[in-house]
């Protein structure tokens, strides 16, 4: 249970404050003016460099974001400043009607925003707000073309701020949290690479178009996270309570349609690049048409490498833990009959002849993502011979 809850840290990388200084959790309000007033990151738009953000903070928004399911959902984040970082200390969800696709803040969410804010300073809390956050469940973390429309008057208005994007879905099924903290570039500032400086991830093809048309337009902040002694008490006080849930539960069935959009997004995407491939017949070797076949293939690949990767690690924790407890207790009861029955349904599965069947499901959704992901790379070095 420790060697999990370590693990957990270790992934997300959780660091403790230095108990006798706790210097991230102290506000000071003259420092905080001193700071607004000389404005260093209007002189350059590459200033913030760090986000760290409370592990408090940090639960908050990743519950939030998954109780959202496929719909986006929005939420402010509180802290202050201190050189190149924005430090995050909390998080408030807003009350925001959001769709599978976006998210804006209306009427009620600002009057919410406010009236929070205030009740904060009543009450002590003297963090000024400094940045907003939503989700993108299941397709990565960067900022659409809305949402840099939001972070550009955010910014213009409210600077300074920052964009975070939580995608709940790749969370549950990589193990740890999949966060991204993002700046917009002033309006008529021209990055010195055009290129998007977050590399490559797996976006669904509907979304890649988007996803292209506005990374030009914002960067990306190093994200770290931090915890005070009391978030290290609660944080194993939840854990000690919560541990037996987190391990019965399987990433493959608690994210099953996740992994299912997954599969169908390879297959839209094999199908476009098998056309790419069949309308320019063979092409001469270097040429500019054959790298980007080349390129669109490579992408592929790595898109079923990673489906296959999350599927065999589902897989194997889950053979993990039936060859741990499966059994136990078995010798205290007694015998029944001699022959197990057909069909049966024991906890949610269902079995016949004595095979789970949600497993042997699962065990074919795997073989096939590793089969394609073995086909794609011989097709891929074919095509580069």
């Not at 053979?319 to 059994?327: D, I, T, Y």
Request: include cysteine; hydrophobic fraction near 40%; charged fraction near 20%.
């Amino acid at each position: 249970m420790d060697t999990a809850f370590r693990s957990w840290e270790l992934d997300n990388n959780v660091q403790l404050v230095d108990p006798t200084r706790d210097a991230l959790y102290a506000f000071d309000p003259e420092e905080q003016k001193s700071i607004q007033n000389d404005k260093a990151w209007k002189n350059d738009p590459h200033h913030f460099k760090n986000v760290r953000i409370s592990a408090v903070a940090l639960l908050k928004m990743v519950m939030h974001a998954r109780s959202g399911g496929s719909i986006e959902v929005m939420g402010l984040m509180q802290g202050k400043i201190s050189g190149d970082t924005i430090i995050v200390t909390d998080a408030f969800r807003l009350p925001v009607e959001g769709t599978e696709t976006r998210v804006n803040a209306q009427d009620e969410a600002n009057e919410y925003m406010v009236e929070y804010l205030q009740l904060c300073r009543d009450q002590g809390k003297l963090e000024n707000a400094v940045g907003w956050y939503h989700s993108h469940p299941g397709y990565g973390c960067w900022l659409s073309g809305i949402d840099v429309g939001t972070q550009v008057t955010q910014q213009t208005f409210s600077d300074p701020f920052l964009a975070v994007v939580i995608d709940p879905d790749r969370t549950i099924s990589a193990g740890k949290v999949e966060i991204g903290a993002f700046r917009t570039y002033p309006v008529n500032y021209k990055p010195a690479d055009a290129e998007s400086e977050d590399g490559y991830q797996t976006i669904p093809l509907a979304k890649i178009e988007d996803f292209g048309a506005h990374s030009s337009r914002y960067y990306s902040l190093e994200v770290s996270h931090y915890k005070s002694t009391l978030d290290t008490h609660l944080l194993e006080s939840l854990w000690n309570k919560y541990w037996v849930q987190t391990l019965s539960q399987s990433p493959l069935f608690t994210n099953r349609e996740y992994s299912s959009k997954q599969m169908l997004d390879l297959s839209s995407k094999i199908r476009q690049a098998s056309s790419g491939i069949a309308r320019g017949g063979r092409v001469p070797a270097g040429s500019s048409l054959g790298k980007g076949m080349d390129q669109q293939l490579a992408k592929v690949v790595k898109d079923s490498s990673k489906i296959a990767g999350e599927e065999m690690t589902g897989l194997k924790a889950g053979e993990v833990k039936a060859q741990l407890f499966n059994g136990l207790g078995e010798a205290s009861k007694p015998v029944a009959a001699s022959v197990a029955p057909v069909f049966r349904v024991e906890k949610n599965e269902v079995m016949i002849h004595g095979i789970n069947m949600i497993h042997l499901a699962f065990s074919i959704r795997t073989y096939l993502a590793f089969t394609i992901t073995v086909v794609l790379e011989v097709t891929l070095k074919l095509c580069i011979v």
